[in-house]
């Protein structure tokens, strides 16, 4: 079990505690200084991506994936990573450009005002990223990372991608009460030296430009959070292939795909973490399911919240240049009240995300997956030593299995449960805000743009498009607010059960 | 409502509902993909051909003497299955009924006697640009042989498939706008590129260019706002049933997903978060159903106020009803395969019909309040 050092006793009567809802005010004084200008490198490197590639181009590439839905917008996918997009949140002790998770936000908010599709193209890399770091395998860690940072320096660019979900399974696998209860499938059964994998996981982003897969598979499917284990198969493994690629609405850059493993053999190496890598912690296997999931959400949906961010900046920005040149008989529709109060609604709403989305980057930064390199000592030692130096440093704790064990029982066996609760809570919040405001901005633009704003054109419809997949993937917004009620509102009530709707 | 209307009714409601299901359905996904991939004719010659095209107009050239009700009837239940054969249906209608308020009977007349075919059944209109709220670009002139028209018109539904068109154009002199009606088929006359747009994509629009083209005055000079108010609050319910038609398509597809789908060990339908959506959707279906019904019968002046407040919040709530019917299927409902993901993006479209959502509130309440 995971430990409760929560009393009541410390919070509000809403059984919330000064921590819960001031993740900002604890980071105050506690997170470097440094990362802001991180995040501002970081918002400067993505208007300069954007400027030269995004903006000129993102209508061009939706209309080309409408015309062919099989074309894959790979030259995106290179520039990105010329740019050196794909190391650059990568910590310097597994070789990358070590800039902090939360500056990555920023940097997705940003392309999102021009293209969502190019903001998902980079961030589900490192979500499957984030599949590493949460499994708290630093060997598999740095040997995957290792050949991003080769595929960086040759031009051949190697990313990562995370695959759960299976044509049976959505909302399921997110959560260890309903995938027991689910109908799981993929099975990895042991064999000498690894594991034989067989099934299918469906809409998996990036599957197409991906050379790693970071999959969910079960030893038992009848038990599938006791027996859980992530493993990553390279594109050429034997058994593997690629499916269909999906016809989506919009997010049209980001392909979702298909994938096939019949067969496919996966050696130790590379399995992040299954029960025989627990075996020796107090926590449970079932508990881990569920840490390793909130840890990875918990920073992936501050993602989807600064894309919801981004999506409504650009939506806001075009009804501004729209309602500056548009006359409503004879009269700017600037300078009508109703427009001003809408524009006035769009940028709170810009705003509401953003503020959502920089509470969960402060919890995960205090609480969070980016607690351990967020230690002023720490992060200033990593930031200012060159990479080799740190990469040298850092080197025994990715080669010595005592570091990996340390590592790990301090992850999960010393894992605060309010903690976890706290960044569970806030991403789920930040996910379902990000989004709905997304969606929410689009459909005022729409509806004060009117016909223009529905030609393909003038950008908006295709916010419109995109947006909606904000609310659907990292868990349907009905999933997060179940789980923002289970993290923040139901978790120290013992009359509370979750998933048994009756 | 007599027996012999009621069967009228019957009739209409069988004869939409299996031409939706057996002409609509098959091609609805691939027609869909217009302007990427060809456009099917044989929807519209099929359309034609069981005289939905004539719909709107008088009995006398074979229509159904401008009755909302059955006009509703019949839109709905193809929106149902493609709201942008509807659309093509109404643009025709609102095309139509400019010409009435115009008093251009004969003129009507005369384009429905000539020897019949698809394309000289159709009159292309600008069905979203509302010339209460914006001037038209098209500029009017006119000279020795008659009105010269000049400039864009643009979102043209229907401009690359009829003979016909009615355009909204200015004379320089005049403070409102003109209607006018022209033939396609000149060489002055520039067809541009389909537009590509949000939704309704198998309701072709383009972007007209006119370089002196000649064009026929309907009605009378600078009346083009009043013919089409008068217009828009005889036809402004049949906006509404369009987008009745869609939510009903999405709820009854979601209904019958969330039956099947089985999530947490039971069928996401037993989900009580799911069976709100489920109800907010029926909800929202059953008060649009039963608003255009109530509307649809009223007439005199009462008619057109109701038509308008019964309508726009059904385009509203079309919008919302076609985002759940995604969020119930999930990762599916966002896929081109299935039809929730055009459904939501024609909810989206359909809401600008006769011009922005917002304006048309703000119209509404000034002209039945009589504020400033
Ligand atoms: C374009 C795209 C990209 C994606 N990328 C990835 C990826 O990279 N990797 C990956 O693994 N997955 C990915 N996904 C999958 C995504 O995370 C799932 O679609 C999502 O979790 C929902 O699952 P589902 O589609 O199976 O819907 P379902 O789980 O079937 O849900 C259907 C409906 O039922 C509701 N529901 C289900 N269970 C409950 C419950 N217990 N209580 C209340 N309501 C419930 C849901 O909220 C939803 O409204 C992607 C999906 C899409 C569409």
């Known amino acids: 079990m995971l430990k409760k050092t929560f009393f009541p006793g410390n919070a509000d009567p809403s059984g919330l505690s000064f921590p819960d809802m001031n993740c900002n005010l604890m980071a105050i004084s506690r997170q470097p200084r440094a990362i802001t200008k991180e995040v501002r490198k970081a918002i400067k490197l993505a208007r300069e991506f954007n400027e030269t590639v995004v903006r000129p181009n993102a209508l061009d590439m939706d209309r080309k994936i409408h015309e062919d839905p099989d074309y894959l917008p790979w030259e995106w996918v290179r520039e990105a990573n010329r740019q050196g997009f794909y190391t650059m949140w990568i910590p310097k002790m597994f070789g990358g450009k070590g800039y902090s998770f939360t500056s990555i936000a920023y940097f997705l908010e940003e392309i999102s005002t021009c293209c969502v599709g190019m903001a998902n193209l980079i961030g589900v890399h490192y979500l499957g990223f984030a599949t590493l770091i949460a499994a708290w395998n630093l060997a598999l860690t740095r040997r995957i990372s290792l050949e991003v940072i080769k595929g960086e320096k040759t031009d051949t660019p190697c990313l990562l991608d995370f695959a759960i979900t299976e044509p049976g399974s959505g909302t399921d696998t997110s959560e260890a009460d309903l995938a027991d209860k689910g109908n799981l499938a993929c099975h990895a059964a042991r064999e000498n030296g690894g594991y034989r994998v067989n099934g299918t996981k469906i809409f998996i982003s990036n599957a197409h430009f991906s050379t790693w897969h970071l999959v969910l598979g079960y030893e038992d499917i009848k038990k599938p959070s006791d027996t859980f284990l992530f493993f990553a198969v390279r594109k050429d493994a034997s058994g593997f292939s690629l499916g269909r690629k999906e016809r989506k609405m919009g997010q049209k850059a980001c392909p979702a795909s298909e994938l096939i493993l019949r067969d496919c053999f996966v050696p130790d190496e590379q399995v992040c973490v299954d029960q025989r890598q627990t075996a020796n912690l107090s926590t449970s296997h079932r508990d881990i399911y569920q840490i390793i999931f909130d840890s990875i959400c918990s920073s992936s949906k501050a993602g989807v919240c600064s894309m919801g961010a981004g999506i409504s900046r650009g939506v806001y920005e075009e009804v501004l240049r729209f309602a500056s040149n548009t006359r409503i008989n004879g009269s700017l529709m600037m300078n009508l009240e109703w427009v001003q109060c809408r524009l006035a609604d769009m940028l709170r709403n810009v705003a509401v995300s953003r503020l959502m989305y920089a509470e969960i980057n402060f919890a995960n930064g205090m609480f969070g997956l980016n607690k351990m390199l967020q230690i002023k000592p720490l992060y200033y030692l990593f930031r200012y030593l060159p990479i080799k130096v740190v990469q040298v440093l850092s080197a025994p704790m990715t080669r010595f299995p005592v570091f990996q064990k340390i590592v790990r029982k301090m992850q999960f066996d010393w894992k605060k449960r309010e903690e976890l609760e706290r960044t569970t809570g806030w991403a789920s919040m930040a996910k379902f805000t990000g989004s709905d405001l997304a969606v929410e901005n689009c459909r005022i633009g729409l509806s004060l743009m009117g016909q223009t704003g529905t030609r393909h054109e003038n950008r908006v419809e295709k916010f419109f498009r995109d947006s909606k997949l904000l609310q659907i993937y990292e868990g349907t917004n009905q999933l997060n607010r179940l789980e923002a009620f289970k993290s923040l509102i139901g978790r120290n009530r013992y009359d509370i059960q979750m998933f048994e709707d009756r | ?372």
């Open chain 2, 1 to 372: 409502m007599n027996q012999t209307e009621k069967n009228e009714y019957k009739l209409l409601y069988s004869t939409s509902r299996e031409f939706s299901q057996k002409v609509l359905l098959p091609y609805r996904e691939e027609n869909d993909r217009y302007p990427f991939a060809g456009l099917d004719q044989t929807v519209f010659e099929k359309a034609y051909s069981m005289d939905f095209f004539h719909l709107w107009l008088p009995e006398s050239m074979g229509g159904l003497e401008g009755d909302i009700g059955k006009l509703c009837t019949v839109l709905l239940n193809i929106a149902e299955i493609d709201a942008s054969m509807a659309m093509v249906l109404l643009t025709n209608a609102m095309a139509q009924e400019i010409m009435i308020q115009a008093g251009e009977m004969d003129r009507l007349s005369e384009i429905y006697s000539r020897n019949g075919s698809l394309k000289y059944a159709l009159i292309a209109f600008p069905s979203f640009l509302n010339p209460l709220e914006m001037t038209p670009e098209l500029m009017a002139v006119e000279k020795e042989n008659g009105v010269r028209l000049s400039g864009l018109s643009k979102g043209m539904v229907m401009g690359s498939m009829a003979e016909n068109m009615i355009v909204f154009a200015r004379f320089p002199e005049d403070p409102d706008s003109s209607c006018f009606l022209i033939a396609a088929s000149q060489e002055t006359v520039r067809i541009g590129d389909p537009v590509i747009s949000l939704g309704l994509h198998a309701c072709p629009t383009v972007d007209i260019d006119f370089n002196e083209t000649p064009g026929i005055l309907i009605g009378e000079r600078g009346r083009a706002s009043e013919y089409y108010g008068n217009m828009y609050g005889r036809l402004v319910l049949a906006g509404a049933a369009i987008a009745a038609g869609i939510m009903r398509g999405s709820f009854t597809d979601a209904l019958k997903y969330s039956q099947s789908r089985i999530q947490g060990g039971k069928k996401i339908a037993e989900w009580s978060e799911v069976q709100l959506l489920l109800a907010n959707m029926a909800l929202k279906v059953r008060n649009a159903e039963m608003l255009i019904e109530y509307a649809g019968a009223k007439s005199g002046k009462d008619a057109i106020h109701d038509s308008i407040a019964a309508s726009i919040p059904v385009l509203d709530h079309a919008c919302d009803v076609a985002s759940d019917g995604i969020q119930i299927l999930g990762g599916y409902g966002y896929m081109e395969d299935y039809s929730q993901e055009k459904r939501y993006r024609d909810a989206q479209h359909l809401q600008s019909l006769f011009g922005i959502s917002c304006l048309k509130k703000i119209q509404y309440v000034k002209s039945c309040y009589k504020l400033a």
